[in-house]
């Protein structure tokens, strides 16, 4: 039964792939869309019923395929846990999934090759279940190469453009760099401790002895590795911004509300090596505090809305990190879930902003869309109170709880973190005031087909406008239903909890004031004042610095990929043709002895008598000699 | 029924494709090629029952020479690779036309016979015999139905011949040495027996190391490799890349490491080295190639490095790696030669420079090369990445650092073939019209693709089979 169900919950999202691969064309767009959609929601359905049982019973689900892989003191099969952690992850990607399906069917309606937007996005939720449930690292790992592959076919979606694929390729290579570092991390991991296996291995690692040992903090710093891959953070980020190529429901989708949380999943997962490492968990507070500073900043200046949203994801995700260095996983993996909710929705917004617009993403040339486009307005709006972190929308709690914990360990990262967070409330309203406030700037031809999405695009924003505003009710402060559902997963006492004082509410006030600090900078400078960010060659300063992202991407370009360039062509004209040469060379030397040889077969008599009577006297002299 | 009827199936399907006539040679070389995997597979099934399939029967008396096959599981594993890859090369060729078909069609039969010979033979100088025979079709394939510049070619190939011919030669050497202290027979499991000083095993290693090294290649004495299989027909690439490259590696685990134990654990980290070496020489070469199949060598020469490292490192699990990593390879190699010889049949050019635009007209070609990319980049759920994956862990255990290095393979790797990928198939519609795979070709992609799925979930069968033959090797080489 449980194999069945388990079974189902995979094997849906790959069978729409399979029909939309296969008949896609012939099916027509709005059959193809719908069963893309209808996949995904059966998996919704059975993570639905999944998570009821988990509930009752309190007892993870074990199942076993059948032997993958064979390596002599490793048995890896490919096999399936469905326990607190997986199941929850599986709620909010197959339910947001379903959503964000459904919206597509809408958004990518005027695309010839919708069908194949749609198999790739079942694929993306086939790989995505995958590695939410494997019950070992390797089978994770088919799911994170996995989903690796989805988001690379979908940023490269549009394959005409070759600076869209540049971006597919950059994401692809760069999660690599990341894969490897897991791969290492796991080669370590099953010597020490001869599994792969979950539940194995938090045995294996809660008997060991010399716990912070070396090599199981190389292993630990390892994984972070992968995670940073994965979640873009520093110093792996900078694919994520470019991913913004794809369509935007998969910028929601994958770039936002799940894949990039994989790397917290894995992390969480692994909460009981990551315990015992601790040097390695300051490495992820300071990598996370110090990416949700610089993706701030950087946000601050953005004038594509696509890419203003990429860098509060860095940013959001560095937060999550700081969270995970501290040891705080369910906190954490509560700022994933409300993350997910507003976020998803501020990127389907932008959508319909973009599609309102034909295409355009630059908030120069938007402004005034509130009347035209209510619905969208309204729930951006309510995803950008909880991003900010306005009392009593879902992103107060958990931001509240990563910087609370923040303080509780560290002072610096608590104010590096509450920083980023007062920029996210600013580059947020900014986004918002530039698009839907003041006058309409782009052409007029626009204006006059300004129009309110569709239904199917309006109502998942509307939902998700809904978790976002009531998401955090799932983990309220003293009185958290998520921290005790996902207590089995963590070997720390439960108690550990805050306890609401004055200090609590204290910085609780301080986050607040923080936020609507944010917000009203804002709106003095894009509504009062009415600015309008410069055209980009008027850019200068500290401002032309951010809006080219520090020139992280000129830096490694010149520091990695064009001395490797470089490499190539040397290795390819000078050493192959090297090498070459002394191959034929050593052919022309035997070639020359033979032709010097060649001379003394002369046909000379007079040659031939002397060499005999020279070699007589030598054989001669050698026997008087060596008696 | 023992293996020398696969042996017997493709010789006779040799002159009978020969004497066939141009017409019908080729489909009768598919017929015979198919009826010895037929017969591979009744093989293995009779193997698999324990029966024995083993063949030993006195050939010559001075000097002593056995007509000894002996089928294991790894040796079943490699005949079978070739018995898959033969039907298919032969199917893939059937858009093309070729001048002196039988003759074509016949080497290429005679061409399998001689590398199953290989992989069977028990004794040193049958084996010896198979493997120089082996070169001789080759050698005609690529030099009368090559390409490009007749001059070119004939440099290039008989470089290739003579090359590889003198590496063996030390081989055959190393062979007659062991011989005479055998008592004067050359079979494998009298060699096996021999205990020799250090000294003598350190020579014998460097002989078979020279033959092997050409063959594989490793670097440095690749320098025959990317020329030949730029020039061959593809057919031949595909039987060079394919197959043949695989008799070296086979061989080292074979005959190198259990005929020279002690020297083989002696500079085990020379060698594991010198294989990383060449998988991050052969990826970064592979960056900025022009020619597609260019490239493509380029990319051989990285995964046999790793395959070759992962042999040396003397472990269950580096030899077990490296067999499967050589079955997958010999299917995504043969794979993506054919995908460059599609284009080639459409666009008639092999420069990438040329190339692009080719997705928006041919949907279902895109597909099964972007899955062939993606095998060659070892994704998981792929055969190749069950092999990559157990050759590094292998090398991880040795020392960390050669994973680590070798693991660059998956980073640059994805590097050079997405970068080809793109320019080769995406970006504007491409102005020359390219008609999509006929079925014909949709039927070697569909195989090749089936093959490296089915055993990227399930490559148990393989392990099984090789497994128990890979532990008797290990104790022969962990004896002293």
Same mark, same amino acid.
Request: net charge neutral; charged share 10%.
């Given at each position: ?9 995979? #094997? ?36 639905? #019923? ?11 689900? &074990? ?6 892989? &064979? ?42 090759? $919708? ?126 911004p ?51 500073l610089v993706a701030a900043t950087i946000g601050l200046v953005q004038t594509d809305?696509?890419k203003v949203?990429a860098y509060s994801?860095v940013s959001? #995700?560095?937060? $999550? ?99 980023a967070?007062?920029m996210? %409330?600013f580059y947020?309203?900014r ?35 809904? #978790? ?43 986050? !607040? ?15 009062? &004042?009415?600015?309008?960010p410069e055209?980009d060659?008027n850019i200068t300063g500290l401002s032309k610095v951010l809006y080219n992202k520090y020139y992280v991407d000129e830096?490694?370009? %010149? ?29 022309? !030397? ?38 | ?55 030993? =029967?006195?050939? +010559? ?24 890859? =033969? ?28 590398? =199953?010979? *290989? ?24 030099? +009368? ?70 063959? +594989? ?19 031949? *690439? ?11 590696? /086979? ?28 998988? +991050? ?67 008639? =050019? ?42 590094? /862990? ?14 660059? *393979? ?22 020359? *019209? ?23 979930? /399930? ?22």
């Amino acid at each position: 039964m449980d194999t069945n169900l388990a079974l189902i919950l995979v #094997l849906t999202p790959l069978l729409g792939f399979l029909v939309n691969v296969f008949f896609g064309k012939s099916l027509g767009k709005t059959v193809s869309g719908a069963i893309g959609t209808i996949a995904v929601a059966i998996s919704f359905v059975v993570s639905l #019923l999944l998570f009821n049982q988990i509930t009752s019973t309190g007892k993870g689900i &074990q199942v076993t395929l059948f032997d993958w892989i &064979q390596i002599s003191n490793l048995k890896i099969n490919l096999g399936f846990l469905l326990d607190q952690l997986s199941v929850l992850w599986l709620l909010f990607v197959t339910g947001i999934g379903s959503l964000i399906h459904l919206y597509s069917i809408s958004y990518m309606h005027d695309d010839e090759n $919708m069908h194949k937007f749609f198999a790739y996005l079942n694929l993306f939720i086939f790989f995505m279940i995958t590695l939410v449930i494997g019950s070992n690292l390797l089978v994770l790992f088919i799911g994170w190469e996995g989903v690796g592959l989805c988001s690379y076919l979908l940023i490269g979606f549009w394959h005409k453009n070759q600076n869209y694929n540049d971006a597919a390729k950059k994401a692809f290579i760069m999660n690599r760099i990341g894969d490897l570092g897991l791969l290492i991390g796991m080669f370590i991991i099953g010597s020490m401790f001869s599994t792969l296996d979950y539940a194995t291995l938090q045995t294996a690692v809660a008997g060991a002895s010399d716990l912070n040992s070396p090599l199981l903090s190389l292993a630990a710093l390892c994984l972070f590795i992968g995670a940073c891959g994965k979640s873009a953070q520093i110093p792996l980020y900078t694919w994520l911004p470019d991913a913004m190529a794809g369509p935007t429901p998969v910028s929601a989708l994958i770039h936002a509300a799940t894949m990039v949380t994989a790397g917290i999943f894995m992390v969480t997962r692994l909460n009981f090596v990551f315990d015992a490492a601790h040097d390695v968990q300051n490495v992820i507070a300071i990598i996370g505090g110090i990416t949700s500073l610089v993706a701030a900043t950087i946000g601050l200046v953005q004038t594509d809305i696509k890419k203003v949203l990429a860098y509060s994801t860095v940013s959001q #995700l560095g937060l $999550m990190f700081l969270a995970l260095g501290f040891g705080a996983y369910e906190v954490a993996v509560f700022h994933v879930i409300t993350h997910a909710f507003f976020k998803a929705c501020l990127f389907l917004g932008s959508g319909s902003v973009i599609h309102g617009l034909h295409g355009e993403q630059d908030m120069r040339k938007m402004g005034g869309l509130r009347k035209a486009m209510p619905i969208t307005f309204w729930t951006m709006l309510i995803s950008s109170l909880a991003i900010s972190g306005v009392p009593f929308f879902s992103g107060f709690f958990s931001k509240d709880e990563i910087l609370m914990t923040a303080f509780h360990h560290n002072i610096s990262l608590y104010v590096v973190g509450s920083i980023a967070s007062i920029m996210t %409330a600013f580059y947020m309203f900014r986004l918002m005031f530039l698009t839907f406030f003041k006058e309409f700037r782009g052409t007029e031809e626009q204006k006059h087909h300004l129009h309110e999405s569709g239904s199917l695009i309006t109502i998942p924003l509307i939902i998700l406008a809904i #978790l976002a505003t009531f998401g955090g009710l799932i983990s309220l402060p003293g009185n958290s239903w998520l921290n005790e559902y996902l207590a089995p997963l963590f070997s720390k006492a439960a108690g550990e909890e805050h306890h609401l004082g004055t200090t609590e509410y204290t910085l609780m006030g301080v986050a !607040v004031l923080g936020g609507i600090l944010g917000i009203l900078i804002a709106y003095i400078k894009y509504f009062k &004042q009415d600015n309008v960010p410069e055209s980009d060659e008027n850019i200068t300063g500290l401002s032309k610095v951010l809006y080219n992202k520090y020139y992280v991407d000129e830096a490694y370009d %010149a520091v990695f990929v064009q001395p490797i360039n470089s490499l190539s062509k040397f290795f390819r004209d000078y050493i192959e043709t090297g090498l070459s040469a002394l191959v034929f060379g050593l052919g022309k !030397v035997t070639n020359e002895i033979a032709f010097q040889g060649k001379k003394l077969q002369s046909g000379s008599i007079g040659l031939y008598l002397f060499v005999f009577v020279l070699g007589m006297c030598a054989i001669i002299s050698y026997i008087f000699l060596a008696q | 029924m023992n293996v020398s009827t696969i042996l017997i199936i493709l010789l006779i399907g040799a002159f009978a494709t020969y004497f066939s006539g141009d017409k019908l040679s080729s489909k009768v070389a598919l017929l015979f090629s198919l009826a010895a995997l037929g017969c591979s597979i009744l093989l293995l099934n009779n193997y698999n029952a324990g029966e024995n399939i083993s063949l030993i =029967t006195s050939w +010559i008396n001075q000097p002593k020479i056995s007509f000894a096959l002996n089928a294991d599981g790894l040796a079943m594993a490699m005949v079978l690779l070739t018995a898959a890859l =033969t039907p298919i090369i032969i199917f893939s060729s059937f858009g093309n036309e070729y001048k002196n078909a039988k003759a074509f069609y016949g080497l290429i039969l005679f061409m399998a016979f001689a590398m =199953t010979g *290989t992989f069977l033979a028990s004794d040193g100088l049958l084996y010896y015999i198979f493997w120089e025979l082996a070169l001789v079709p080759i050698y005609f394939i690529a030099l +009368i139905w090559g390409n490009g510049d007749a001059e070119e070619r004939r440099k290039a190939v008989v470089k290739f011949f003579i090359y590889t011919l003198a590496g063996s030669l030390f081989m055959l050497t190393a062979f007659i040495y062991l011989s005479q202290k055998a008592n004067g027979s050359f079979l494998i499991e009298d060699l096996y027996k021999l205990n020799l000083s250090a000294c003598e095993q350190f020579w014998i290693f460097l002989a078979f190391f020279l033959a092997y090294a050409i063959k +594989i290649p490793l670097i440095p004495f690749h320098t025959w490799q990317a020329n030949v299989y730029q020039k061959a027909p593809t057919v031949g *690439t595909m039987l060079l890349s394919g197959i043949m490259l695989k008799m070296g590696l /086979y061989s080292v685990i074979r005959w190198q490491l259990p005929l020279a134990p002690i020297a083989a654990k002696e500079y085990m980290y020379v060698f594991i080295a010198l294989g990383i070496a060449g998988v +991050i020489y052969g990826s970064i070469v592979a960056l900025r190639q022009n020619d597609l199949k260019k490239l493509l060598a380029y990319s051989s020469l990285a995964h046999v490095g790793l395959i070759a490292a992962g042999s040396y490192t003397l472990t269950l699990d580096g030899l077990r790696g490296a067999v499967l990593q050589m079955i997958a390879h010999g299917f995504v190699v043969v794979g993506l030669f054919f995908a460059a010889e599609v284009i080639f049949r459409r666009f008639e =050019t092999r420069e990438i420079a040329e190339m692009g635009g080719i997705r928006t007209q041919s949907p279902k070609f895109t597909s099964m090369f972007l899955i062939l990319v993606l095998a060659s980049v070892a994704l998981p759920s792929t055969f190749n990445f069950v092999g990559e994956f157990t050759v590094l /862990y292998s090398l991880s255990q040795i020392n960390i650092w050669f994973a680590v290095l070798g693991g660059t *393979t998956i980073i640059l790797g994805a590097y050079y073939m997405l970068r080809m990928f793109q320019h080769v198939m995406l970006g504007e519609t491409n102005s020359k *019209t390219f008609a999509d795979v006929s079925l014909n070709e949709g039927i070697s992609f569909a195989v090749i693709i089936a093959v490296l799925l089915f055993f990227g979930f /399930y490559p148990k069968p393989i392990t099984d089979l090789i497994t128990p033959s890979l532990e008797t090797i290990l104790q022969v080489i962990n004896k002293n």
